[in-house]
Nanobody, 123 residues
Framework: QVQLVESGGGLVQAGGSLRLSCAASGRTFSRNAMGWFRQAPGKEREFVSTISWNGNTLYADSVKGRFTLSRDNARNTVYLQMNSLKPEDTAVYYC?????????????????WGQGTQVTVSS
């Protein structure tokens, strides 16, 4: 059974940093694209970042230059480094994985989802 488990969320002041991790189990994801999405209260789930099997990345305009997505295929884990956090980054962050190699920003293209981790940025 495939599982994606997020960790690293928490409460941080504006301007601070957090690093989210997503550990995959149940199968190897080294040949799969993985991504992060987030959902703020009362809003739809939105794209944050994605990484292809070979490390190509895409970012939402709202996080470009502040967030960095990376992957460690040996550990079956992806990391989202979030710097210069803003109150508008407050949301539940979800890790997701595709069955395919290409990094795509559309959430409907993702086949596996984690339970989410809360990130709260205070002003």
């Amino acid at each position: 059974q495939v599982q994606l488990v997020e960790s690293g969320g928490g409460l941080v002041q504006a301007g601070g940093s957090l690093r989210l991790s997503c550990a995959a189990s149940g199968r190897t994801f080294s040949r799969n694209a993985m991504g992060w999405f987030r959902q703020a209260p009362g809003k739809e789930r939105e794209f944050v970042s994605t990484i292809s099997w070979n490390g190509n990345t895409l970012y939402a305009d709202s996080v470009k230059g502040r967030f960095t997505l990376s992957r460690d295929n040996a550990r079956n884990t992806v990391y989202l480094q979030m710097n210069s956090l803003k109150p508008e980054d407050t949301a539940v962050y979800y890790c997701a994985a595709r069955r395919h190699t290409q990094a795509i920003s559309s959430l409907i293209e993702y086949d596996f989802w984690g339970q989410g981790t809360q990130v709260t940025v205070s002003s």
